[in-house]
């Protein structure tokens, strides 16, 4: 098989696992996922086409103390994530109030052009119920 086709079958293999996960994952954890369901994909190989996804959109970066965590995110358009620290578990948010701050600031102090990253971090209610 040509190089160019077995890292696009490569990249959809990887890009529907993510999707059918629906939750943030480190990159060994989706090769551990793609080896249980019988694909056998160099962790390498893994990391390098999360970043590829990444950088296209495809999937939705989180940067935790010790780790990049990957989501597949069906929205194209700007939005934020609510995200339980525990399971990974996500919400896709839509943050009209966000927008309307972060334009007034930028425009009080000047700026165009802003861009802006905010992610809410939390515990989801099942993961608060199974603690107690
Ligand atoms: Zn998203
Ligand atoms: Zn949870
Ligand atoms: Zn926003």
Redesign the pocket.
Known sequence: MPARTRNTAQRQAISKRLEELSVFVSAQRLHEELARGGTKIGLATVYRTLQTLASDGTVDTLRTDSEILYRYCGTDS???HLVCRLCGKTVEV??SQ??AW?NQIASEAGFVDVE???ELMGTCASCAANRS
Do not use: P
Request: proline share 0%.
């Open positions: 700007h939005h934020h839509a943050g966000i927008e972060a802006h990253t905010v």
